[in-house]
């Protein structure tokens, strides 16, 4: 049986995603139904390459201290020959993450563009960096779990690396991945710990020279937005857990209509 944890708890990486409790991931996930909710339950996805460098730019601005002994530059070499082979294994045995060269550069550039940008003040300070928080959600009973990047005495910072960091294009971005899902199940649990639900802002990095940032703070309609969806799905989440029932899109003939976008082509 797994131990039941709450509040602020200290885990690794991987004891974390291993975790049984609700995670923003699951709950957007569920926005597509609760049936591909239950494949991921089920068959955790493997890190791939743009998580790796996405897990490399939090290390790098949460932890500065720890970054050089999680990460390495992989070795520019020829994998086909003998001398190139032994180089990988080499920086290899040293247990890190290896970057390619172009990701290592990025990061650099990257830190320099946080370094002239006044967002640099939201992470200063001793507040708590990639700390797990546990807690039950009051209205369901649901044991819920999430990990925010840095959360200070009155605000959270969300780091996000992205292809647009545009007021228009980041916009887009924080709706197709649902980031205000994530924005308000992070809040819920801070709240329900600490007794205060703190400003968020997210911290938008352009992946892409001359990689960009600018900082955005969800308005009221958004944070009001992002409660009325949370608790609905921590409500089918709930249903689906008790019924045993994960269904997809439904089982009955649905109409479908003409999206606005295709009214106005001409």
């Known amino acids: 049986m797994t131990d039941t944890l709450n509040g602020f708890v200290n885990l690794p990486e991987d004891a974390y995603h291993s975790r049984p409790e ?10 597509r139904s609760p049936a591909h909710l239950k494949y991921l339950m089920d068959n955790p996805p493997e890190q791939t390459q743009a998580m790796r460098f996405g897990s490399a730019v939090h290390a790098l601005l949460l932890e500065p201290d720890r970054f050089a002994t999680l990460y390495g530059c992989r070795p520019e070499v020829d994998a086909r020959t003998k001398a190139g082979k032994e180089a990988i294994q080499a920086a290899e045995s040293e247990g890190k993450t290896l970057l390619k060269v172009d990701e290592w550069q990025a990061l650099s550039m990257i830190r320099a563009s946080i370094e002239a940008h006044p967002a ?23 044991r819920c779990r999430c990990k925010p990047d840095y959360l200070g005495i009155h605000h959270v910072v969300d780091i996000k690396t992205t292809t647009d960091a545009s007021p228009d294009g980041f916009r887009r971005v924080v709706e197709n991945l649902k980031y205000m899902i994530q924005a308000t199940h ?12 703190p400003r968020w802002f997210f911290l938008a990095i352009e992946k892409e020279p001359p990689y960009v940032c600018a900082v955005y703070e969800p308005d009221d309609e958004a944070r009001c937005w992002g409660k009325k969806k949370v ?32 009214r106005r082509e001409r």
Do not use: P
């Open 22 to 31: 609700v995670s923003a991931t699951w709950l957007k996930e569920l926005c």
């Open 120 to 142: 640099k003040i939201l992470l200063s300070g001793n507040g708590r960096r990639e700390q797990a928080i546990f807690w039950q959600d009051r209205e369901t009973g649901i």
């Open 186 to 197: 992070y809040l819920n649990g801070i709240e329900e710990i600490t007794g205060e639900r």
């Open 231 to 262: 608790s609905r799905l921590l409500q089918e989440y709930a249903s689906c857990l008790e019924s045993g029932h994960w269904y997809g899109y439904g089982d009955n003939a649905m109409l479908m209509s003409i999206s606005d976008w295709a």
